[in-house]
């Protein structure tokens, strides 16, 4: 079982749609990250929680440390945001990597 | 600043061979991470260094794989004898506590052994 998992695998939404990405931890961790990897390979880093929400531009990240549990949203989506999702844990820069849930956004 | 940059983008090997993957961070981070992404695993930490120093090797799956950090500018992860299970992509990331983001990737280096 992996320590960080996410729901669902792959989401397929129309544009303008509110979409919800899931992410669960079994493992002890001190932030928790969302990461956006691009159909070309790249990675960027969205956003480090340790608690509550953040929010950047149309993207909002929850955490919910006694359920150990995140959720990634993104509002109005385009199909820019077409990209694989990551969720990751971590303590002391040691990040356990969710498996990604693959995004396509249709116009 | 042009962001952490990774050489080679692709590279392929004939089994055997000895690999260097480079890696320059961004400048004044003080972290820097070697990650490798396969389809099977997804990705997983190689190893990690803190002003230079490797703090976290734990993920370097064999004696095959090195890495170093001889100046904070620097870094390369050598695989040697390379091997075809080898394939993968190798990520590159700097980061800076306190910064945002957090941490940023490199392009990274897509490896191909036959």
């Known amino acids: 079982k992996n320590e960080v998992e996410q729901s669902p695998q792959n989401l397929t939404a129309q544009e303008g749609e509110f979409i919800t990405i899931n992410c669960s931890y079994s493992?002890?961790?001190?932030?928790l990250h969302w990461l956006q990897q691009h159909p070309g390979g790249g990675i960027v880093s969205l956003f480090m929680?340790?608690?509550g929400k953040k929010k950047h531009g149309r993207l909002i990240a929850t955490i919910n440390i006694q359920e150990k549990h995140s959720s990634l949203h993104i509002t109005a989506s385009h199909p820019r945001d077409s990209a694989v999702y990551i969720c990751?844990?971590?303590?002391?820069?040691?990040?356990?990597f969710g498996t990604g849930t693959l995004l396509a956004v249709q116009p | 600043d042009a962001g952490v940059i990774q050489s080679p983008r692709h590279e392929v090997t004939e089994m055997g061979q000895e690999v260097t993957l480079r890696c320059k961070p961004i400048?004044?981070?003080?972290?820097l991470f070697w990650y490798r992404q396969t389809m099977m695993r997804g990705l997983e930490l190689l190893i990690y260094?803190?002003?230079?120093?490797?703090?976290?090797d734990s993920g370097m799956p064999e004696d095959r794989f090195s890495a170093k950090m001889p100046n904070a500018s620097f870094s390369t992860l050598k695989i040697q004898p390379s091997e075809p299970r080898d394939s993968a992509v190798y990520f590159c990331a700097s980061s800076l506590a306190g910064s945002y983001p957090l941490y940023t990737f490199g392009s990274g280096t897509r490896l191909t052994v036959v």
């Open positions: 929680l340790s608690s």
């Open positions: 493992v002890g961790i001190s932030a």
């Open positions: 400048s004044g981070h003080n972290s």
């Open positions: 260094f803190n002003n230079n120093v490797p703090i976290d």
């Open positions: 990751a844990g971590g303590a002391t820069n040691k990040l356990i």
